[in-house]
């Protein structure tokens, strides 16, 4: 394979051009929007639980931005469906990253990681789940942002 | 000196002075298009700080040694070749500093600090790089003043007839304004702008980081009181700009940054300042680097400023023409007669990210992002744009790669 298609491997650009869980939900239980300052992408997610108050029922997201951030927010919603708020706070990254498949620089991991730190912003926010130290800057952001 | 003087530039031969140009990247040579941020350096501003290390350096200004009145005259050397480089009536009226944004800072605080109060008005425009907007917002914020922002047109120039409706009956004190705008690539008309700003008893502050490389820079004939440029984006190392102000407001300023160097005498009880330019250079000077600011002065002078300013019209209406025929490609900015070496652009459906990153694939190095322009991102109603930018030493082949690159980048996404 070339590096082109490595990079943008077809499942990428599916991804990108259909994405799964996409626009988000009304009435929610949890939101948050994040934005990457070096490229500008924004994620915006919301999430509706079950009837348990726990699990995630359903994910939806809407968000401008690069293949690589837009297609890592929609295999993160077919990731986290199913699974309860505390599990997913939880949720390592590298785990997401398998699902992309492909070698991301450092400047590319932010573009991939962003949905994933917004999901975990919105579940600190509604739920109270701990939040890592490398989102809380995207926490800040969300705050001063509205 | 390698190069010859003329009025056209030979760039396939200028770029044998950059040793950057010599490796590849991915199995090709590098299409560095994205001078904007930071130009690449020739040899003989690379010579020229190695040869200061090995045999001038010392500290400046202190030792009676020859060693260090070798060092001195050579940090003196180059201010003064700034000095003529920019037309200033006086090279006491040039402050080394470590690039614009730290002069625009100095100014802002400086100056700022002292003059600004509540119901005084702080004017930019929406075109502003952060480096011309953030400080401004962040003092006038600090010092109760008001902040304001003035529109643009289209092709990113201050629209004049706005500006007294702007600001209305209120005091205006700063009117801060870019000479040549890091996205659009057009020059404002600076002596009307600084001429507007003086009728309303304002001072004018001009960020010509964007314009030193490009044109030929005149401080009398453009009427500001400030102006900040970078050292990086004109052959010159990273860590060196300048800030050159009307030395009657200087000497009338608080130093900015306090320390060594820059004091006359300290007592315990209170300090006074030392004379221009050293009440602005606290602490060791980059000596190495004003060195090396100098010698890419000189390499500019010999190029000329007059041919690189035309061979940038040239390749930005090549580029503009090769990519404008390219379907859903938008580009955005004045006429390229009416600008540096810029070229941003939008690709429809594939984010500046994507772009970049698959011309990086070929070795085209462009810029991807919001150019530190956010204001005039929200403005274009982008979160983004790619931009190809221009150099001396940038030849036509490359915007054919890049031309050809974009083109990859929509088989690539189908769009």
Redesign the interface.
């Known amino acids: 394979m ?3 298609e490595q ?2 491997r077809e499942v990428i ?1 599916d991804h990108y ?1 259909n994405p799964h869980g996409h626009g988000l939900l009304d009435p929610s239980d949890a939101h948050a929007e994040g934005q990457n300052p ?5 994620v915006s997610i919301s999430v509706r639980f079950g009837s348990d108050g726990e699990t995630i029922e359903a994910v939806g997201f809407e968000g ?6 837009q297609a890592a927010t929609s295999m993160l919603t077919d990731l986290v469906k199913g699974r309860t708020a505390s599990d997913v706070a939880q949720l390592e990254k590298e785990e997401l990253l398998e699902e992309i498949g492909i070698p991301l620089t450092p400047a ?1 991991l932010k ?1 991939a990681l962003l949905g994933f730190g917004v999901l975990k912003v919105a579940l600190h926010r509604s739920k109270g789940t701990p939040l890592p130290d490398e989102w809380q800057g995207l926490a800040a952001d969300f705050e001063f942002g509205g | 000196m390698a190069v010859i003087p003329a009025t056209k530039l030979d760039a396939h031969a200028l770029r044998r002075d950059f040793p950057i140009f010599e490796q590849t990247f991915h199995g090709r040579p590098l299409a560095f298009l994205d001078s904007a941020a930071s130009s690449q350096k020739p040899r003989q501003v690379l010579d020229a700080m190695t040869h200061f290390y090995e045999t001038s350096y010392a500290n400046v200004h202190r030792g009676v040694y020859e060693l260090a009145e070798r060092a001195t005259e050579a940090l003196e050397g180059a201010r003064i070749k700034v000095a003529t480089f920019v037309n200033a009536p006086d090279a006491r009226e040039v402050i080394f500093v470590r690039n614009a944004t730290e002069a625009i800072n100095l100014v802002a605080y400086a100056w700022g600090l002292n003059n600004l109060g509540p119901g005084d008005v702080v004017l930019v425009t929406e075109l502003e790089h952060h480096a011309n907007f953030v400080p401004w917002q962040f003092i006038a914020g600090k010092q109760g003043a008001d902040f304001r922002v003035a529109p643009v047109d289209d092709d990113g120039y201050v629209v004049f007839d706005r500006l007294d409706e702007i600001v209305g009956d209120a005091g205006v004190k700063v009117v801060a304004t870019g000479y040549v705008s890091n996205v659009m690539g057009g020059a404002q008309d600076i002596p009307r702008i600084a001429a507007w700003a003086h009728e309303r008893g304002a001072i004018h502050v001009c960020d010509a980081a964007q314009a030193a490389p490009h044109k030929r820079l005149d401080v009398q004939a453009l009427g500001s009181d400030f102006v900040a440029v970078s050292g990086h984006k004109m052959c010159g190392p990273s860590g060196i700009g300048f800030l050159w102000g009307k030395s009657d407001l200087l000497l009338a300023m608080d130093p900015f940054l306090t320390g060594g160097h820059m004091i006359r005498k300290v007592r315990s009880d209170a300090s006074s300042w030392g004379e221009l330019p050293h009440k602005f250079e606290a602490g060791t000077a980059p000596m190495a680097e004003a060195v090396g600011l100098g010698a890419a002065i000189d390499y500019l002078e010999v190029v000329g400023l007059d041919a690189i300013e035309q061979h940038e019209h040239e390749l930005v209406a090549y580029a503009l023409d090769l990519l404008g025929e390219i379907p859903g490609v938008t580009l955005f900015g004045p006429p390229a007669d009416r600008r540096a070496g810029i070229v941003s652009f939008d690709v429809e459906g594939v984010h500046p990210h994507d772009v970049a990153q698959i011309l990086d694939l070929d070795a085209i190095a462009i810029r991807a992002g919001h150019h530190c322009c956010q204001p005039l991102m929200t403005k274009l109603g982008l979160a983004a744009t790619n931009r190809a930018s221009f150099y001396l030493y940038t030849v036509p082949e490359e915007i054919e790669r890049l031309a050809k690159g974009v083109l990859r980048v929509k088989e690539t996404f189908g769009v």
């Open positions: 070339s590096d082109l990079l943008y650009l051009k070096l490229c500008g992408d924004e401008r931005g690069c293949a690589i951030s590319r573009c």
